[in-house]
């Protein structure tokens, strides 16, 4: 269950991978920008990398589910789309 102390703003950062994978999928889908989805996926990890300064600065230890989840999304979602659409600088088949 989530700590109820828990500031709202901290909630939301951990949360943000979700938008940026969205962000992603639109970018290699609809708009065929490689470049621009795979920036979307390494920005996706601002958020919680935020939220883990944040709470080490408070000297707070993060619920294991505000890490598990918004960090397993990203990572499925990056290698279904390197298989999709290949890593930047390498083709969807290969080099």
């Known amino acids: 269950m989530t700590d109820p102390g828990t500031p709202q703003a901290l909630r939301h ?3 943000s991978p979700a938008l940026f994978v969205l962000g992603a999928f639109v970018a290699f889908s609809v708009v065929g920008s490689r470049e621009a989805g795979w920036a979307l996926m390494a920005g ?9 300064g944040w709470q080490a600065v408070r000297r707070e230890r993060p619920e294991t589910a ?3 989840v918004p960090l397993s999304l990203p990572a499925l979602m990056t290698v279904l789309f390197a298989i999709n659409e290949g890593f930047p600088g390498i083709g969807a088949g290969g080099p």
């Not at 996706?44 to 883990?52: I, K, W």
């Open 13 to 15: 950062l951990w949360a």
């Open 44 to 52: 996706g990890l601002s958020g919680p990398v935020v939220a883990l």
């Open 66 to 68: 505000f890490v598990v």
